[in-house]
């Protein structure tokens, strides 16, 4: 596995002074029900991604905890733009994670980032309360989802959750514009990433997926 450290990066999405990583794909689960639609397969920055995969850019992953110390107190970091975390067939590699939970502690970092890493039932639990473990202030793991339900049922049990829905996406803007207010199932209501529909806004100046806590709302993403 190769991972790559981008210090300050130009992905609009991001946004201005956002650090990011670039895993190779062999860390994502074999099973990601993504792969075929991966945003981290389009445009640069599967360009990037590739070299990356195949070792021309990047190194180990003590190299890019290594770089992670390097970055600036409080910067912002988005971890794993395109690939996932860091796993011995398909278990999380939780020494590895407590690292990486290390350094972002250690230089007061807001990191965050999304895993297919919850789907296999053969490593599900052990998987979970490796997130669950490292989730905090300064590096939120969201659990990234295709149904929107479940994303809600895993945010009341105390996960940080992500759903990509275009439909739903586009009723929550709605929800918005016409009613003021989120669209909610149960006690869950879902937030449409604001990048994806409002001008000026990007990760840097939103900050909803790096924050961890039990009434935060499911993120929405509209397919890329």
């Known amino acids: 596995m190769n991972y790559h450290l981008t210090v300050s990066s130009s992905n609009k999405k991001l946004g201005k002074g956002v650090a990011a990583t670039t895993h190779s794909w062999d860390t994502c689960p074999n099973d990601c029900p993504m792969a075929s639609k991966c945003y981290g397969k389009r445009a640069f920055q599967r360009m990037h991604a590739k070299k990356v995969d195949e070792g021309s850019r990047g190194g180990d992953w003590f190299n890019l905890i290594n770089k992670i110390n390097g970055l600036k ?5 988005r971890v794993s733009v395109s690939g996932d975390l860091p796993h011995q067939d398909g278990a999380l590699d939780v020494g590895k994670l407590r690292m990486l939970q290390h350094v972002c502690k250690n230089r007061q970092l807001k990191a965050w980032t999304y895993t297919h890493h919850h789907n296999k039932e053969s490593t599900k639990r052990l998987n979970l309360s490796a997130i669950r473990e490292i989730n905090n202030d300064h590096l939120v793991i969201n ?10 049922r895993y945010q009341q049990a105390g996960y940080n959750c992500a759903v990509v829905d275009s439909e739903l996406f586009d009723a929550a803007v709605t929800s918005i514009n016409e009613l003021q207010k989120l669209p909610q199932y ?6 449409p ?3 994806q529909y409002m001008e000026g806004r990007d990760c840097a100046n939103c900050g909803m997926c790096h924050t961890t806590s039990k009434v935060r709302p499911v993120v929405v993403f509209k397919e890329h």
């Open 73 to 77: 107190d409080k910067q912002k970091l």
């Open 143 to 152: 659990l990234s989802f295709e149904d929107r339900l479940e994303a809600a």
């Open 186 to 191: 149960g006690t869950t209501q879902y937030f």
């Open 193 to 195: 990433c604001p990048e």
